[in-house]
């Protein structure tokens, strides 16, 4: 089977059968792509506009390792396949007419098949992926999604690799950065209420402190999903699981303060006020565009946080793993913390128990004099 139909069946059953998040979704084909790449160089220079920029006879060479004169001539000022192109478009009307590009890469290059692909060049490219300077995290997360992919070809009865003999690099432990009950008031003090930018900050801060929301649920939240009379609401985590967290009532009245001083229709819960009011019914304002990033946050919580005087080094996480600790250091049980967390593992929930553990102090100032 060649690698291009390979990734588009996989793609598919990502999308229908385990109903991956379009994150999900775009994520695995940016890693399996880049492998592709790597073992057929030519296809990263590939644009998107199909079989006039591909090769007529691609199988002649082994691997496809063609010469710079036919690569350069394949070249256009079209923009490059990206792996975003691989997914079918949001838009229900251009959906109808779309065609995976994916269907005439696999006409174009028949090899190498999946079949071909040995431990050996995976465990070479997995060098590379380390020697460019991604981090051990990173690398691993590319080996995840291609143990992934092996493990529904094989499911299909396509005889390729066994993902189990693809092991992952060692990774140190796992840091947590959370912040103090002092520097929790610090960060919140920092964060003036006089604009609706400085409103929806507060209030970002509130919920995420509140509720330990992961950065991407929470700006995936619409108005509607909250419900502030019960101070709960139900999100979608990690693989579609689903959840219910609760606001405490300081978080509810800081979000309702932020809606309260909005004029605008968009549907999400949070959203950037950069845009021109003259433009507020443009299509280009939809509600995709107008969310939040998880960079924008990011940002936030570090300005913030340089703002209290905390010299941490703070990420969009910061907020959910105090949240994680407050409960911790308060004797709430791991299990519970677990469940509002959303991990699927009760380990993942155990690296807090080793930073917030105050009977590992009381044994030292006991036994050590």
Request: glycine content about 2%.
């Amino acid at each position: 089977m060649s690698l291009f139909t390979s990734l588009q069946n996989f793609l598919v059953y990502l999308r229908l059968h385990k109903g991956r998040s379009r994150r999900t979704q775009e994520q695995y084909a940016f890693h399996i792509w880049r492998f592709i790449c790597w073992i057929i160089p030519e296809a990263s220079s590939l644009s998107f506009w199909g079989t006039k920029n591909l090769p007529e006879t691609g199988a002649d060479a082994p691997y496809h390792q063609h010469n710079k004169t036919e690569n350069e001539s394949r070249k256009t000022n079209h923009e490059k396949l990206s792996p975003i192109d691989f997914l079918p478009p949001l838009d229900k009307e251009a959906v109808k007419t779309w065609k995976s590009p994916l269907i005439e890469l696999a006409r174009a290059y028949p090899e190498p098949t999946i079949e071909d692909i040995k431990k050996e060049d995976f465990d070479t490219w997995r060098l590379s992926l380390a020697d460019s300077w991604l981090s051990v995290k990173t690398v691993n997360a590319h080996i995840i999604t291609i143990r992934s992919w092996l493990k529904y070809l094989k499911k299909e009865e396509i005889d390729c690799l066994d993902p189990t003999v693809l092991d992952l690099m060692r990774v140190q432990d796992r840091e947590v950065t959370f912040l103090t009950g002092e520097e929790i008031e610090r960060y919140f003090a920092a964060i003036p209420r006089e604009t609706i930018q400085w409103l929806r900050d507060y209030a970002i801060s509130e919920c995420i402190y509140s509720t330990g929301l992961r950065i991407s649920e929470l700006t995936a939240l619409s108005r509607q999903d909250v419900n502030f009379e019960t101070l709960e609401f139900a999100v979608r985590g990690k693989w579609g699981k689903l959840r219910v967290v609760y606001l405490t009532e300081t978080a509810r009245d800081a979000i309702q303060a932020y809606l309260s001083a909005r004029r605008d229709h968009f549907s999400p819960l949070f959203i950037r006020h950069n845009y021109s009011e003259e433009n507020i019914n443009s299509s280009l304002l939809s509600d995709d565009a107008i969310r939040l990033t998880r960079f924008f946050i990011t940002n936030m919580v570090k300005d913030y946080g340089l703002r209290a005087g905390i010299l941490k080094n703070m990420h969009a996480h910061t907020l959910r793993h105090s949240f994680a600790t407050t409960l911790l250091t308060n004797w709430a049980d791991i299990r519970i913390i677990q469940e509002l967390l959303g991990h699927a593992s009760i380990t993942t929930t155990q690296v807090y128990t080793h930073v917030t553990n105050p009977k590992l102090k009381e044994a030292h100032k006991k036994f050590h004099k």
